[in-house]
């Protein structure tokens, strides 16, 4: 039980991801609060955990709103242990040459301010238990393919939010870390290898089989197992680590 007796905040609990660490969290013995915009996905998963799940509709854009989420959780459970940042919306897929700037940047207010000032609202929480906070990026940190420039982009500014955050909390005790997937094999993926192949003529299985071609072990990781490594940096496990970002990836990309 590696997170027996702790309390779990997880911003951004969308289909996929968001959901598995929040159900992997509880398995692992803590206590999950679970933030999102929808209040049905809130609470439609706050039941599958059961009575040691707190459901608070959130919108991470707003200060308000964040510091109601923190007050929540610390009425409920007493404290925060982990922070576990995972709100995302999908920037322009455009060449940087081309993509419109302003659509850029709206992207950012999802994809980094709002991770920053979730992590700032919640700071004090986490100073008060020796915490950690854990970063959910991406493996397009690790290219530079058309068109996902300005996706690139949003992911290296996150990244380099987390590693000063890291540098400006670990004297408090605080661990901040990333992990950085890549294919997650969830609904939303399945959902477009689909398309993909219906527009080629072509077997579903064998757009999978193309991509999973591209890692080390041929196939491509599931939802619970980025969660289990999210999990293992917010653990007494990780104690020594901070500033990382561990890819989970199947082996696509080395760094």
């Known amino acids: ?38 209040e049905t996905t809130l609470n439609e998963l706050a039941a599958k955990i059961g ?17 109601n989420l923190v007050d929540r959780a610390i009425a409920e459970f007493g404290r925060i242990d982990t922070l576990v940042h995972n709100a ?5 897929m455009r060449s940087l040459r081309k993509v419109d700037l302003d659509e850029t940047g709206q992207s950012f207010e999802i994809n980094v301010l709002a991770a920053i000032r979730t992590i700032r609202l919640v700071a004090p929480a986490l100073i008060e238990t020796r ?9 397009v940190l690790r290219h530079s393919r058309r ?34 997937p890549g294919w997650i ?22 757009i999978y089989d193309e991509v999973a071609a591209g890692t080390d072990l041929r196939r491509l990781p599931e939802p619970d197992e980025v969660a289990d490594a999210i999990l293992f940096l917010a653990s007494d496990l990780a104690r020594g680590i901070t500033g990382a970002c561990l ?8 760094w």
Request: glycine share 10%; with cysteine.
């Open 1 to 38: 039980m590696l997170l027996d007796g702790r309390v779990v905040l997880v911003a951004g609990v969308g289909p996929g991801l968001g959901q598995a660490v929040a159900l992997r969290a509880a398995q692992q013995g803590a206590d999950v609060v679970l933030a999102a915009r929808t």
């Open 185 to 206: 094999w969830a609904d939303t993926l399945r959902a477009w290898f689909e398309f993909q192949a219906a527009q080629r003529g072509v077997p579903a299985r064998q």
């Open 247 to 254: 890819d989970v990836n199947c082996g696509e990309f080395h």
């Open 51 to 67: 009575g040691r799940a707190l459901a608070v509709p959130t919108d991470l854009t707003d200060d308000a709103a964040v510091q």
């Open 147 to 180: 068109p996902f420039g300005p996706y690139r982009l949003t992911k290296a500014a996150l990244l380099a939010a987390a590693q000063n955050l890291a540098s400006e909390l670990g004297p408090h005790g605080v661990r901040v870390n990333s992990v950085a």
């Open 88 to 92: 995302f919306v999908m920037p322009p």
């Open 131 to 139: 915490g950690s906070i854990v970063v959910v990026n991406s493996a």
